[in-house]
């Protein structure tokens, strides 16, 4: 059975960075599309960023562009999420998500993956 462990998060101020890992577990990483998703308490969860089973294609929500990069390694079967420059509103609970169809692009919407993790905080604040 997959599993999905994400770990990095914290509280860090205006402007810093940090990096989120997805450790996966429990079957072949390469074949898959990962995506990195966020949540706020009472509000639904928002898309933040995905990167194809091959690595060649990524796209970010506009809200992130140019600050946060995905990145995934076969060899540690993990998936990173560099956040630079982060702000205020940056602050949520951040999920991994994977569908379990090897080489599906699942999209932006959060019902189009059946694999999650179980979230890591990050808190912007100064």
């Known amino acids: 059975q997959v599993r999905l462990v994400e770990f990095g998060g914290r509280t860090v101020k205006p402007g810093d960075s940090l990096r989120l890992t997805c450790a996966v577990s429990g079957r072949t990483f390469s074949p898959y599309a990962m995506a990195w998703f966020r949540q706020v308490p009472g509000e639904d969860r928002e898309f933040v960023a995905f990167?194809?089973?091959?690595?060649?294609?990524?796209n970010y929500a506009d809200s992130v562009k140019g600050r946060f990069t995905i990145s995934k390694d076969n060899a540690k079967n993990s998936l990173y999420l560099q956040m630079n420059n982060l702000k205020p509103e940056d602050t949520a609970v951040y999920y991994c998500?994977?569908?379990?169809?090897?080489?599906?692009?699942?999209?932006?919407?959060?019902?189009?993956?059946?694999?999650w993790g179980q979230g890591t905080q990050v808190t912007v604040s100064a």
């Open positions: 990167i194809s089973w091959s690595g060649a294609t990524t």
């Open positions: 998500a994977a569908p379990n169809v090897p080489r599906m692009a699942p999209g932006q919407s959060p019902g189009g993956y059946d694999d």
